[in-house]
């Protein structure tokens, strides 16, 4: 055995003389050095079991490029699943009170299936999530006109990133230590929009059961951005029933008033005495079984009442990370946590799944089976000075943060 010490300890024992350095070195001796350069067993076991791993598969293909799906899991055993088509968050796997796991997100099956997806089931929205009206706006007096809608409730307007937005393209992915990163670059042009944009989307998971995703991107000119993650929520677990009685809070005493076909009208409205008041938890049958002209706007299956389809505005925002609002299943116990360095959460509560669309395991997605929970900036905000700015300038970096966090409740 080989000992190493410093050059100043050495020299000390030197200068003690031998008899003093010989009991030093029969105390050295005596020392579990079966340990010395080593983990224990247990210490070693412990490592393992706080590790988070992820593993990689290819999923399926588009176009002769491979479609990667990765999976995380974490000591407590929590599962997430992503994509690289359209970044889609494509599972995410919970305990309830009783520690059984299931799924508790929308979604599908396939590969395919997510590459046919017609309603945002997961998916990585982009370049701008939500509404801008008739797809126009000025940029240093210059007007831009992006692709709109032909059809249905949203004729006429841009929606989440046009006809191929973000969620109908191919990521490039890797796995950097304990996170997978996701590239996409939007060309100048594309579906209007002005600028090269270098879009990237990291995703990761902890063991306290904190599921993040941030968004960055860089721009070669003036061009708005708005990033979002659209996962349709339901903590029943493996879709077992709709969402009506899960119970929603949000930190926000106001929201973006809206006016026909969903376009804000820029003015900020307060929730007090309204369904749209979630500073403390109400059950979402409670506020969605109210008469409201904004609620009504919303349409969908329900016509008599409406829905949500609305942001709120957060009564903190600083763009730091914070906590923000909270989803929770009193049947199953769980929670959902939301942080998020976004101004508002923009709130869809399903009002057009009619049952056409058939999810995992065959499910159909049926009225009000899932929940949106969209972080994000406000609709439309490139014509409304008034509203945050969601334009990204050259030699800027754009970046946002969402925290997922689950829980239990008794």
């Not at 899991?73 to 929590?78: L, P, R, S, Y």
Request: with cysteine; aromatic share 10%.
């Amino acid at each position: 055995m080989i000992l190493f010490l410093p050059n100043d300890v050495l020299s000390y024992l030197y200068k003690m003389g031998r008899g003093f350095r010989f009991s030093v070195f029969l105390l050295i001796m005596s020392l579990p050095w079966s340990a010395y350069g080593q983990t224990s067993s247990s210490a070693q076991s412990k490592i393992k079991a706080t590790q988070v791993t992820i593993t990689e598969e290819i999923w399926g293909q588009y176009k002769g490029h491979e479609i990667q799906r990765f999976t995380f899991k974490n000591a407590k055993g929590m599962q997430v699943s992503v994509t690289n088509w359209g970044a889609y968050v494509t599972s995410i796997l919970v305990p309830n009170k009783n520690a059984k796991f299931e799924d508790v997100i929308l979604g599908y099956d396939t590969a395919k299936e997510y590459v046919d997806d017609c309603c945002f089931n997961g998916a990585t929205v982009g370049r701008f999530a939500n509404r801008i009206a008739n797809g126009r706006f000025d940029i240093d007096e210059e007007t831009i006109q992006l692709s709109v809608k032909s059809t249905g409730g949203n004729k006429g307007n841009h929606l989440h990133g046009g006809e191929k937005g973000f969620n109908k393209k191919l990521w490039r992915a890797q796995q950097v230590g304990n996170q997978v990163e996701m590239f996409y670059l939007s060309q100048d042009g594309e579906e209007g929009y002005p600028g090269n944009l270098s879009a990237k989307v990291v995703f990761s998971l902890d063991n306290n059961n904190g599921f993040k995703i941030s968004y960055s991107a860089t721009s070669d000119k003036i061009t708005p951005v708005n990033l979002i993650s659209h996962i349709y929520f339901n903590l029943t677990g493996n879709q077992k029933r709709d969402v009506e009685q899960h119970q929603l809070r949000i930190a926000a005493n106001s929201i973006v008033e809206v006016k026909e076909g969903l376009l804000p009208t820029g003015q900020l409205v307060s929730v007090a005495d309204t369904p749209f008041d979630l500073s403390s938890a109400r059950t979402l049958y409670q506020s969605l079984t109210t008469a409201n002209a904004q609620l009504k706007l919303a349409g969908g299956v329900d016509k008599t009442y409406g829905g949500f389809d609305h942001t709120w505005v957060f009564s903190r925002y600083d763009g730091k990370l914070r906590h923000q609002a909270q989803l929770h299943d009193p049947d199953s116990g769980r929670t959902l946590d939301v942080l998020t360095t976004q101004p508002g959460l923009h709130v869809y509560t399903g009002n057009f799944m009619n049952g056409s669309a058939k999810g995992k395991q065959g499910r159909l997605m049926k009225f009000r089976h899932g929940v949106a929970l969209e972080t994000q900036h406000f609709a439309d905000s490139v014509n409304h000075p008034n509203f945050p700015s969601t334009l990204l300038h050259p030699g800027q970096t754009y970046e946002e943060s969402t925290l997922y966090q689950f829980g239990v409740k008794e």
